[in-house]
Nanobody
Framework: QSQLVESGGGSVQPGGSLTLSCVGS????????IGWFRQVPGREREGISC????????YYKESVKGRFTISRDNAKNTVYLHMNNLKAEDTGVYYC??????????????????????WGQGTRVTVSS
């Protein structure tokens, strides 16, 4: 059974919005960090946004800054990725990932997919006119 379950993907037109949800099977504060990664065919999985649990510090990939926001609801064990002004290049499968090991700087998790310990099954986002 996966520790992380994503939902919220779909098809939208450019300029549209989507919110992805990632529900953890345990208290999300047990994880040192949680983040969202994107994968497209032929390319490595890339970090989009991550949040460090203890400090709340966040990281965003440069191309999504100002458009995407990561947030969390501790009571619901859920992390969200709010995506606005979506572009065609945002298309891909979005994965939620969590790190149980210590995380000292948030970008360490987002810049290397190997730093994550758990993965969800992915949710597809398609941005097309």
């Amino acid at each position: 059974q996966s520790q992380l379950v994503e939902s919220g993907g779909g098809s939208v037109q450019p300029g549209g919005s989507l919110t992805l949800s990632c529900v953890g099977s345990r208290n999300i504060l047990d994880y040192a960090g949680i983040g969202w990664f994107r994968q497209v065919p032929g390319r490595e999985r890339e970090g989009i946004s991550c949040i460090r649990s203890s400090s709340g510090s966040t990281y965003y990939k440069e191309s999504v800054k100002g458009r995407f926001t990561i947030s969390r609801d501790n009571a619901k064990n859920t992390v969200y990725l709010h995506m606005n002004n979506l572009k065609a290049e945002d298309t891909g499968v979005y994965y939620c990932a969590a790190r149980i090991r210590d995380l000292f700087i948030v970008q360490a998790m987002c810049m290397n997919a190997n730093e994550a310990d758990y993965w969800g099954q992915g949710t597809r986002v398609t941005v097309s006119s």
